[in-house]
């Protein structure tokens, strides 16, 4: 299989002891994979070992067969890793345009995706409620042409109506054959579009599968997210 | 009284524009530089070291103007390179042992006595109702709005500008997408440089060109600074030029001799209060 | 003999001998010394003097001081004046005043000061120092004009005694300031130059703690000042320059002048460097741009030489073992009747509404926690459990509502005013001092509520590591665990907890779980709990409050609200297809 995204037994260590372990992983292009599990599971360490701003202790990162866990940040982003973080980082005191316009100068593709962004262009980022600095964030992503996204935790603090809004997005990276993992503490909304489901509890794998089949088991994800 | 006004437009100028320096450091670079005007004294007295050695008064000049840039940019490169993750104290505080460095060195180089300008630009003017305006004086109001002016413009309206701002948001991400934020950092340090030994060149004739009183222009230069709370230029720019000619018009009494001294510091301290009247928790601390 | 206290006693007996030692040295060192160098040794120790001032207010309260020698400056003023008008009292007398003065400037000086972050204060002294040099020039020393000598008093008048004088100053300074240091307030101004936010929560006033590092240094300065004006006879304008204090400033980071006898070299330094130079017929200017390099290699390596030293020496003393570790099973609750019951209300939350401009993080949330109780705070991430804590504790304006604790308002009280009520809580991030040792963070936290053997017990019971052994050395999980301990210390009537867990291995957890559960009965307070790990959450707490998008979606006993749909919606995020 060419063009994946391929973790093998990977442990992030974070100084008082591993917060994730032995996690194994493949992302195929053009999929979405959620990942779910309680806060504090490790999800995002997870995520920030792959792109980078962690380094892991063990295992294996591979894009295309390539192992890039000796690659900075930059190298990594270079190869079409694109990691959408959990804190909005967008410049808030520049324009929203501006804000697009720095990874692209022809921001066309993220008006098409993000109508409601076209009047609110020439306000500040750092004005916008939270949906609008997210959907900001994502066109930034869709303009960088990943290969594969990472998205972590999309959904905090924004009202669902919203969530619902930006979900059609993902599934449009998907459409154009980017590999996507999806990491959300909402479970029920990430599994609803991906393909695969995996749980995250305590920093371990305790389930992966078809997506489907994890939304039905309402009894395993209680129990991941509402302990015993 | 207006003469004395008038007349403390030209020292009001160059507050204008080391404030407005300090302003664009503070906000694109997150430092405050106590060194802003040592830098321009030391291309100053380069310069007039060079006419003395019998070069031309014109390359000179250019000469002091870039030995300006260049130290404004070795101190921008020290700090870019080791305090980089660094708070805003110990960046500045780095520009506070540039202070000391730049005032010793001149006197090692120079000598201590103050130096002896050829001026740049003698005589008056114009004369508005009986008060003569000089040219140095115009010449750094001129200077000071076209430094205020160039600055808002570059921020605002060019890609420069917007990288410059990202940068100083969130340097991490700005380096994430791909803008060199090392290089970008270190041409704002050139650029103020430039500024500086420009400003410092043109008034030093007509002050006590010692070095420490000109490096110490960099503080009533703050306090026009405060009041645009190290944001924002038009204020800084106001602010020099106001504080330039209330100092001028207060030379005028003679009973206001030593308190004339203090004027800087109580605007500092009154700007201070003034802006952090609302006392809010830094979320970072 | 406790673990806490057993410190202090070789402590005084480790200051009287040194004291003694350094006034042995310094009769001899008179006795020896020729004239020349006697006198640059008294300047020495005057710039020790001055040194040991600015270690207070930058080194320990981490504070940019740039007019140490503006400071100077008045107490030469004070002494040279009261000469002058030949004041009664005699010399010593008129140093004292001096640096009373000089407190009082640095207090002026310092009130603008409070509530600006470090680089304005650096502004201000920056501006103060060069406005009072220029002053100086043109006013002069009183006594300039007619070259009037200060009186010193028998048997210091001449230069031997003038020295034995100052090192008797210096001796005195430097035990006042050890003492200082090593008491509240040294704790309070090593806690403020590294979190406000955390000093507050000890219940120590940011205001005081910045305001009192700075009369002291100022006073110690002024201190300096007046030596000198005595030592040359006279106050001469140049030597409190500007630059000096740049200089001066520059060489306490170097040196790490907050170690007193790092600020003791760093004045044979002063001296000795221009003394060296001149010798070699070098300018002296050389010695500040010296001084210039030294501090930007000391500023970019973030570390002094002095720190370096005590860390080596650190490392070689054997590091203390914990004698108790979270892993053990704790001790059994004094009281074995149980938990004690749920008593009266305690913390009464009303209508609690915190807006950021648009954005509503906090609507209308209300709810009581009674006495001896254990309160859960679940929801998901950014439902605004964090800013809820914040707002109970005094660091976030509310909107509406109110907080009162023990039917008291809290709503216009200062942080530092709640924690001292007896409300007191932890932070996510770390906010412990590494600066610090355990017993001396445990013992400022808890501002006096416990007894030195009390705060063993505490320490013990959570595991924590050996008072004397200093933060730095602890890992960060196990920080915010003694960061508990010492909130405890304080024997508050209520303590919230922000995930103490965070950080901490799995067996840790359950440790800590079991000595939660025991809090109530063993120190009387009650507990608001963040937390994340639900099963930790279920075997600690007996009811929960349940935060989504920053409302109150459920409260109520623990298994009743778990089992509730909408709290389980609310975490899985399950939401009707629109």
Known sequence: MSGGLVIRELEVDRGAGPVVSGVNLAIEPGTITAIVGPNGAGKTSLLEAISGLLTSTRGAIEIDGEDIVKLSRRQRAARGLVHVEQNRAIFPSLTVRENLELVNSDISAVLEAFPELDKRLTSAAGLLSGGEQQMVVLGRALVATPKFLMIDEMSSGLAPVVVQRLLPIVERFRDAGVGVLLVEQFAHLALRIASRGIVITSGQVTYSGAAAALLSDEALLHRSYLGE | MLQGALAGLAIGGVYAVIAVCLTITAQLVRVVNFAQAAIGMIGAFFAVSMVGTGLAQPIAIVLGIVVGCLVSAAIGWVITTWLADATTSARSAVTVAALLLLISLSFIAFGTRPQSFRPLLPGPAFTIGGVVVTQVTVAMVILAVVVAIAAKLVLSKTRLGTKLRAIADRPVTAEMIGIPVRALSISVWLATGLIASVAIIVIAPTQSADATSLSLLVIPASAAALLGRFARLDLALIGGLGLGMIQGAAAQFAELNVLRDWIPLVLIVAFLLWNQRKEAWDVAR | ?578
């Open chain 3, 1 to 578: 003999m406790s673990r806490a206290s057993r410190r202090t006693i070789p402590r005084l007996w480790l200051r009287s001998g040194i004291a003694v030692i350094g006034l042995a040295v310094g009769g001899v060192i008179a006795a020896v010394l020729p004239g020349y160098l006697l006198y640059i040794a008294t300047t020495a120790i005057v710039a020790s003097i001055a040194l040991i001032g600015l270690g207070v207010v930058t080194g320990t309260a981490g504070m940019i001081a740039l007019c140490q020698l503006s400071f100077a400056a008045i107490g030469a003023w004070v002494v040279s004046w009261l000469n002058l008008i030949h004041a009664p009292g005699g010399y010593i007398v008129w140093l004292l005043l001096g640096c009373v003065a000089s407190a009082a400037s640095g207090l002026l000086l310092g009130i603008p000061a409070l509530r600006l972050r470090g680089i304005n204060l650096a502004v201000i002294t920056l501006g103060f120092a060069a406005a009072l040099d220029l002053t100086l020039v043109k006013l002069q020393f009183p006594g300039a004009d007619q070259g009037t000598k200060i009186q010193r008093p028998w048997p210091f008048d001449d230069d031997r005694g003038f020295f034995l004088f100052a090192v008797i100053a210096l001796v005195v300074a430097a035990v006042v300031v050890s003492i200082v240091q090593a008491g509240r307030w040294g704790s309070a101004w090593r806690s403020v130059a590294f979190s406000e936010r955390g000093t507050a929560t000890a219940g120590a006033s940011v205001r005081f703690a910045k305001l009192s590092a700075f009369a002291v240094s100022a006073a110690i300065s002024g201190l300096a000042g007046g030596l000198l004006a005595g030592q040359v006879g006279m106050a001469f304008p140049t030597s409190f320059a500007a630059l000096q204090s740049l200089a001066l400033y520059l060489l306490s980071i170097v040196v790490g002048a907050h170690l007193i006898e790092m600020a003791i070299f760093g004045g044979i330094l002063w001296v000795l460097i221009p003394e060296i130079f001149k010798r070699f017929g070098i300018s002296q200017d050389w010695g500040l741009v010296l001084f210039g390099v030294l501090g930007i290699q000391a500023i970019t390596s973030k570390t002094s030489p002095g720190q370096l030293l005590r860390n080596a020496i650190a490392r070689r003393r054997p590091t203390p073992e914990c004698t108790s570790s979270l892993t053990d099973a704790p001790p059994q609750p004094p009281d074995t009747a149980g938990t004690p019951a749920v008593g009266a209300a305690l913390l009464e939350v009303s209508a609690l509404s915190v807006t950021y401009g648009e954005l509503k993080a906090l609507d209308h949330v209300g709810f009581t926690i009674h006495e001896n109780e254990i309160v859960g705070l679940i929801g998901p991430n950014g439902a605004g459990k964090s800013t809820l804590v914040d707002a109970i504790s005094g660091f976030v304006p509310l909107q509406s509502g109110d907080v009162r604790l023990q039917g008291r308002s809290l709503r216009r009280s200062a942080p530092h005013v709640r924690a001292r009520a007896g409300l007191r809580r932890t932070y996510q991030q770390d906010r412990v001092p590494p600066t610090l040792t355990v017993g001396a963070f445990t013992k400022f936290v808890g501002g006096g509520a416990s007894t030195p053997h009390e705060i063993d017990e505490i320490l013990d019971f959570f595991g924590c590591p050996d008072a004397g052994t200093p933060l730095a050395s602890v890992d960060v999980g196990r920080r915010r665990i003694v960061e508990v301990a010492a909130q405890l210390s304080a024997k508050p009537n209520i303590l919230l907890l922000d995930e103490p867990a965070a950080g901490l291995s799995h067996e840790e957890h359950e440790g800590l779980a079991l000595r939660l559960v025991q809090v109530p009965a063993r120190f009387g307070a009650s507990v608001l709990l963040i937390e994340h790990d639900l099963n930790l959450v279920r075997s600690v707490c007996t009811s929960l409050l349940v935060l989504d998008f920053g409302t109150l979606l459920a409260s109520g006993p623990q298994e009743q609200v778990l089992s509730r749909p909408e709290v389980k919606k609310a975490y899985m995020g399950e939401t009707e297809m629109l």
